[in-house]
């Protein structure tokens, strides 16, 4: 069987590692680790099997990949299910929480936690379901957000969050139904659940209330439209 | 009915020279027989073939030492794998065949090779099997492992304390 590029150089510990050649799987057990610098894979159990061209990676799961860009994805989870082929994985919670981890040293860290994530390794998507929080950290701010799922395309820099979903930073706080935000076009739109945001910082304090509200994050001009209500005041 | 065909085939199978007893052999109860063949044989087909460039049989034990034994893997007519060692033992009694020293396998089907210091065969169970380091080479990559077991036929195979080396890039 070919070995993977990112792979190769790597190396395997396991306390046991047992090969069915007619079941064509292969079972590590115990202290299962695998370090090739770019990829990093620890478990209690991994189960290979070439016939479906899945890996079971069972039991304090934790996988972390160094992409070219400079830029690491970490993956903690109690199961993670992966397809070899299609590049499709899935990870649940069985007792923790699945946790994922994207970071750009210097630039920023998305910390994502939710109980249930499907991972898309070609498009390079994220679906994640149940219990769904992130926390965005720049060097200069923060957002804390909150939902009920979400659907993250990191490759077109889109995300959705639905449900009830919540927006925190030191300024602002949005409750909506839905917030969709396109990178491509720097816009975030919020609906569902008739919106609310409120503001308070050093200059003002306020809120809005509207079924549908668009913000630029460039121009930070903000377009709502429907029962749109709302009042600002100075902060001192 | 499991036949296993032992003591007739260690002086005919293969011609075999002398049965130098006691013009070569200056030790009293020892006989040894040069280029031994022993197999297990199943419906006319030989499960395993051990052969070996001297058996020596004492007297009062049902063991054989062996010198250069081979050990070779049979399914059908096509051989799994071979076994050598520099020397070994062969328990009818316990079934067991044990080959020491630099242990090397070659499997085919697998494609792998196998070093160790001592291997344990339990005919019975036909399962083979080592406490001791070992060291497996398979496409290119090398893996390294205290203790390790492996039904005849080699379709399952565990390998104990494993550290696998994957090869570097081109």
Request: overall charge negative.
């Amino acid at each position: 069987q070919e070995i993977p590029a990112e792979l190769l150089g790597g190396m395997l510990k396991s306390d046991s590692w047992v090969i069915k050649r007619d079941l064509q799987q292969e079972i590590f057990t115990g202290n299962v680790r695998f370090d090739s610098g770019m990829y990093k894979l620890n478990a209690d159990k991994v189960i290979s099997n070439r016939k479906n061209n899945t890996v079971s990676i069972i039991g304090n799961a934790y996988l972390f990949n160094r992409l070219k860009t400079g830029e690491t994805i970490e993956l903690f989870s109690d199961k993670i299910l992966f397809n070899t082929k299609n590049r499709k994985g899935s990870a649940s919670k069985v007792q923790n929480p699945v946790n994922i981890i994207y970071q750009m040293p210097e630039e920023y860290k998305l910390d994502i936690l939710s109980n249930y994530a499907h991972i898309d390794g070609i498009k390079s998507t994220i679906n994640l379901k149940e219990d769904v929080k992130i926390k965005y950290t720049t060097p200069a701010s923060f957002i804390l957000g909150y939902a009920d799922s979400a659907f993250i395309d990191r490759a077109n820099r889109n995300a959705v969050f639905e449900g009830s979903v919540e927006f925190d930073n030191t300024e602002y706080t949005l409750y909506a139904g839905k917030v969709s935000y396109e990178g491509s076009k720097n816009e975030i739109t919020i609906e569902r659940n008739y919106p609310l945001i409120l503001a308070a910082n050093e200059d003002i304090t306020g809120a809005l209330q509207s079924d549908f509200i668009k913000i630029n994050t460039l121009t930070k001009k903000v377009h709502a439209r429907g029962r749109v209500s709302g009042w600002v005041a100075p902060s001192n | 009915m499991k036949k296993l065909i032992l003591s007739v085939l260690l002086c005919f199978a293969l011609g075999c020279g002398n049965n130098s007893q006691s013009e070569t052999d200056d030790e009293l109860g020892v006989q040894t027989v040069e280029n031994a063949v022993i197999y297990e044989s199943q419906q006319a087909k030989q499960n395993w073939i051990l052969s070996t460039t001297q058996a020596k049989f004492h007297e009062n034990s049902e063991n054989a030492v062996l010198i250069n034994p081979q050990l070779s893997f049979k399914e059908g007519d096509d051989t799994l794998s071979i076994i050598k060692g520099d020397e070994g033992t062969i328990s009818m009694e316990q079934g067991l065949i044990v080959l020491k020293g630099n242990v090397f396998g070659k499997s085919i089907s697998q494609n792998a090779e196998l070093r160790t210091t001592l291997l344990n065969y339990d005919i019975n169970e036909r399962k083979i099997w080592t406490e001791r380091k070992v060291e497996i080479k398979r496409n290119g990559v090398t893996v390294t492992g205290q203790g390790l077991r492996a039904n005849g036929d080699f379709s399952e195979i565990e390998i104990k304390n494993q550290t696998t080396t994957l090869p570097e890039h081109e």
